[in-house]
């Protein structure tokens, strides 16, 4: 129950459902693009990659700038991991960011379903392994186009930068519309699972529908992983650490006092699960809780 202390406010609630309605409105948007209206003629023409991918990356920099300073703007349950993995998120908090984000990408797939004529709704977005690869590579090209992502999120929102200028928004919508120029014609380029997850409960097509789970989330962590504790670890920390292992003249380790140790707001990006309801840390700026998709 320790672990679930910080879920019991109204500020969290609030970032919980911001979750679920910025990923309805996603998944609806993004999957809307996909609709093929040519269905019915005698050649259709083929699905506009172009046109795919703007809307996908256009669609996500919107709503990472609307959600960004009430959740965090994770959109992603592969954003939400790398966030549990870099202590920026805990995990109790993080179950109820994926559960909100599925089911907000299941509630926009299925207005989708509804408002799209039988006709024309085709597979209705669903990502699938293209035939002429194999699991394996899709499983690659998913890992590698949410490292891309994921690294974007966490170079264009890190604190700890002073030459940053624009929109980390727009930063992170073009990284999604990379990934989808590329990726749709292997695996239709989820980068999400959440947003595998919705036309694919609305549909109930599963098929290889394990590979946009584990490919974005290994790709996430890694990205992640890379970037925190290898290109930009934090000096504020490790120097603080060091005093840990300081020895006074006698060659024993001295005893250290808690002022020595504190850590000032903000350098370690941790959410602080005693934070009263006044200042929950998911009203911080995007400095301090990255916002994704």
Sequence with gaps: ???????????FWR?????????LIFVLLGL?????WAAGEEKPPPAD??????????SIATMVQCF??????????????????TRK???????FYVLAQCLGAVTGAGILYLVTPAAFR????????NSNISVGHA???ELIITFELVFTVFATCDPKRTDLGGSAGLAIGFAVGIGHLFAIPYTGASMNPARSFGPAMVTLDFENHWVYWVGPLLGAILAAGLYEYLYCPDPELKKRLKQLFQKDPSGKYREVEAEDISIKPGSMHTIDLEKSEKKDPFQESAGDVLSSV
Excluded: Q, R
């Design 1 to 11: 129950m320790v672990a679930f202390k910080g879920i019991w406010t109204k500020d």
């Design 15 to 23: 970032a919980v459902s911001g979750e679920y309605l910025a990923t």
């Design 32 to 36: 809307g693009s996909t609709i093929n």
């Design 49 to 58: 990659l172009v046109l795919i991918s703007l809307c996908f990356g256009l």
């Design 68 to 85: 960004g300073h009430i959740s965090g703007g994770h959109i992603n349950p592969a954003v939400t991991v790398a966030m549990v993995v």
């Design 89 to 95: 998120l805990s995990l109790a908090k993080a179950l």
């Design 122 to 129: 085709g597979s209705l977005g669903m990502t699938t392994v």
């Design 139 to 141: 499983l690659l090209v």
